[in-house]
């Protein structure tokens, strides 16, 4: 049964303090804000940057901010399975690509994402020719979070948000703690997949089924989780 949780997106509002621009990014952590450059300054040339650095870091453009995406190894190892089942199955149904967590896709205008896996059907690539820029304007279909210790309620909303305003159909949410996942067909509209249940591709990608159980049993069991 769909859910429709209270909305949680963080109300643009003049910066005047640090306290205003961790709040409008979603109340994350500071350490996950860069200050090189300087906050609300930021353009896509920095994420390329940071990205194209010897000591790569993952970084998010969004207002002008450049945000750390967390990825623990454990994260990383559950994002990397799901691309590979993924990849599998479009082997053999050449409905279009995947892409990993280091894909940087341009959403809009001073906005980039890197979800953790994603998927953009062949209909919105045209020629089937990827761009040839550094950072892609790729809309996904379906885009997939795999929840960090710091990320926060706020945050996923305002991910959620940008998804959905830019076209994606269909958002994931992981969480490793549970072994759950969240299916959101819009920014508040969700339902749970139960840990011994399975994800659907639906219409977004027809025929793709993702155990929950298969995909943890494989991704190993954690010390003391």
């Known amino acids: 049964m769909s859910t429709v949780a209270p909305p949680s997106i963080p109300v643009?509002?003049?910066?005047?303090?640090v306290a205003d621009l961790l709040h409008q990014l979603g109340d994350i952590p500071a350490e996950r804000v860069l200050w090189d450059p300087r906050p609300g300054t930021a353009t896509e040339a920095d994420v390329i940057r940071y990205v194209d650095a010897?000591?790569?870091?993952l970084v998010e453009l969004v207002d002008g901010t450049l945000v750390e995406k967390p990825m623990g190894y454990y994260e990383g190892r559950l994002g990397g399975l799901i691309f590979h089942y993924m990849e599998d199955f479009l082997e053999e149904h050449d409905e279009g690509l995947c892409f990993?967590?280091?894909?940087?896709?341009?959403?809009?205008?001073?906005?980039?994402?890197?979800?953790?896996?994603?998927?953009?059907?062949?209909?919105?690539?045209?020629?089937?020719e990827l761009p040839d820029e550094q950072i892609a304007?790729?809309?996904p279909a379906l885009a997939i979070e795999v929840l960090?210790?710091?990320?926060?309620?706020?945050?996923?909303?305002?991910?959620?948000?940008?998804y959905f305003a830019a076209g994606v159909r269909l958002v994931w949410q992981i969480d490793p703690v549970t072994r759950t996942a969240e299916v959101f067909t819009a920014p508040d509209v969700?339902?749970?997949?139960?840990?011994?249940?399975t994800l659907d591709g639906g219409d977004v990608?027809?025929?793709?089924r993702l155990s929950l159980a298969r995909l943890f049993e494989r991704a190993g069991h954690r010390r003391g989780k």
Do not use: C, Q
Request: net charge positive; glycine share 4%.
């Open 205 to 208: 990608l027809p025929g793709f």
């Open 100 to 128: 990993a967590a280091d894909s940087t896709l341009r959403l809009a205008k001073g906005l980039v994402r890197l979800p953790d896996v994603s998927y953009v059907p062949w209909s919105l690539i045209p020629n089937r």
């Open 137 to 139: 304007s790729l809309i």
């Open 148 to 162: 960090s210790p710091s990320n926060t309620r706020a945050e996923m909303a305002r991910k959620r948000h940008d």
């Open 12 to 17: 643009a509002v003049p910066i005047v303090t």
């Open 54 to 57: 010897l000591d790569k870091r």
């Open 190 to 197: 969700s339902f749970t997949v139960p840990a011994d249940g």
